[in-house]
C-alpha cells in the first residue's frame, strides 16, 4: 500500500456528529431544579392611550373629504388619488391654478384645480353622464374652495380622462 495508505484511509473514515445533552425538563445543567419564571422588578410604562381621531365627514358617494391641515397640493393630491387619477395631475394641478380650486383661479373658459372646461364638456355626450355622475351640472359645481366641489372637481377630472385621456390638457 504505500507509505501514504494509512492517511488515505484516515480522510475516508466517517466523523461522527456531535448532539448535545438533553437535559430532563426542570433540570438545569447544573444539576439545579428550575424555578418559577423571572419577573422584571421595574416593568416599562404602559403605551400612552390614543385618542381615537373624529371620522372624516363623507362628501361624493360615500368617499371621505380631505383631512384638515393639509397644504394646497397634498389636499388636491388627496383627492386625485381618491378618483384614480395618475401621478402626472400633481404636476398638472400645479401648474394649471397652483393647487388651488377657488372662484378667481381659473381662465377664461376653464375652472378649478384643473382647469375643466366645464360649459363644453356638459355638451360632449360622452362626457356629460360622468359629469352628473359626479353631481357637475354647472361651472358652480366645481370652482369654490369648499370640500364638495374640490371633490366633484376631481371626480370630473377623472371622467374626462377616462374618455379623451391627456388631450384635454
Known amino acids: 500500500m504505500g507509505v501514504f495508505a494509512p492517511f488515505i484511509m484516515a480522510a475516508t473514515l466517517a466523523v461522527p456528529t456531535w448532539i448535545p445533552p438533553q437535559w430532563p425538563d426542570g ?31 363623507v362628501g361624493l358617494g360615500g368617499a371621505p373629504f380631505a ?69 357637475v351640472d354647472a361651472i358652480d359645481d366645481v370652482n369654490s374652495d369648499n370640500p364638495w366641489d374640490k371633490q366633484r372637481q376631481a371626480c370630473a377630472a377623472s371622467v374626462l380622462y377616462r374618455v379623451v385621456g391627456m388631450s384635454a390638457w
Open 27 to 57: 433540570i438545569n445543567p447544573d444539576g439545579a431544579t428550575a424555578t418559577a419564571p423571572a419577573v422584571r422588578v421595574d416593568p416599562p410604562d404602559p403605551p400612552p392611550v390614543i385618542e381615537s381621531l373624529p371620522p372624516l365627514e
Open 67 to 135: 383631512p384638515p391641515g393639509l397644504s394646497d397640493c397634498d389636499e388636491m393630491s388627496f383627492y386625485r388619488q381618491q378618483w384614480n387619477l395618475p401621478a402626472v395631475f400633481d404636476r398638472l394641478g400645479w401648474r394649471e391654478s397652483n393647487c388651488l380650486n377657488r372662484d378667481d383661479v381659473h381662465t377664461s373658459c376653464c375652472w378649478g384645480y384643473w382647469q375643466l372646461w366645464i360649459s363644453l364638456h356638459l355638451r360632449d355626450h360622452r362626457i356629460a353622464p360622468g359629469y352628473a355622475m359626479c353631481g
